[in-house]
């Protein structure tokens, strides 16, 4: 099936604790991407990636850092978590290129991340 | 420079009656644009896509929207609400043409469908 991965789906931590979540697609897509989802705020880009080894900011990087080493793989860490980073993530991926239409986003089903 | 906005943050609509969830851009360039559902604790699903080709866009589940480039909206319509179609919905908007690798989403709606 395919699909996007993401683990954990809750985690409660502490102030500068570093964390990773972990993003996998089973699709070969070439472009992923993280989100945050706040109240009322919508979903915001925090980085996203056109294909290996290459990736930049999205709206909301500020905190975040990502790599992309294998086509399949997108961690997502905080280096130390702040609490105004508790939020719901969501990872993405697509075919992506070059019309997004052709091509749009699958999501993986979310990280509820609490930072105390 | 790109921005979207839905303008109903909450709408409650009866079973069996239709549904508007309305949506309006802007963009620099002729824009693709998506409607996607969100149920409680899952990830996104795409309902329907415009890609500059017919207006009038068919989805899933008995969506359609229809782009309207006068008024830039791309609103989101079903003729019978079902309880199931309870969710946010977002609307987003990208750049169609070239490599375009940012998407702006709005802040969401969220439907509400009473008995």
């Known amino acids: 099936e395919a699909q996007v991965t993401q683990n954990p789906r809750y985690l409660i931590t502490v102030t500068g604790k570093k964390l990773t979540v972990t993003c996998s697609q089973n699709?070969?897509?070439?472009?992923m991407s993280w989100y945050r989802q706040d109240p009322g705020l919508g979903l915001r880009q925090i980085y996203y990636?056109?294909?290996?080894?290459?990736?930049d900011k999205g709206d909301v990087p500020e905190g975040y850092k990502v790599s992309r080493k294998e086509k399949r793989n997108f961690p997502l860490i905080l280096e130390s978590p702040s609490p105004n980073q508790t939020s719901l993530y969501f990872c993405a991926s697509s075919a992506g290129r070059p019309l997004w239409g052709n091509s749009p986003l699958h999501f993986g089903n979310g990280t509820r991340l609490t930072v105390t | 420079a790109q921005s979207v906005t839905q303008l109903d943050s909450h709408v409650s609509v009866s079973e069996g009656t239709p549904v508007l969830l309305r949506c309006n851009y802007s963009?620099?360039?002729?824009?693709?644009l998506f409607w996607y559902v969100q149920h409680p604790n899952k990830g996104l699903q795409l309902l329907l896509k415009y890609t500059s080709a017919a207006t009038l866009v068919k989805g899933i589940n008995g969506f359609e929207a229809e782009f309207k480039k006068s008024e830039t909206s791309f609103h989101l319509t079903k003729p019978s609400a079902h309880m199931s179609d309870a969710a946010e919905y977002f609307c987003?908007?990208?750049?169609?043409?070239?490599?375009?690798?940012?998407?702006?989403f709005g802040t969401g709606t969220r439907l509400q469908v009473t008995l």
């Open positions: 990636s056109m294909n290996v080894e290459v990736t």
């Open positions: 987003v908007v990208t750049p169609y043409t070239g490599t375009a690798s940012k998407l702006t």
């Open positions: 963009s620099s360039y002729s824009p693709s």
């Open positions: 699709m070969n897509h070439e472009y």
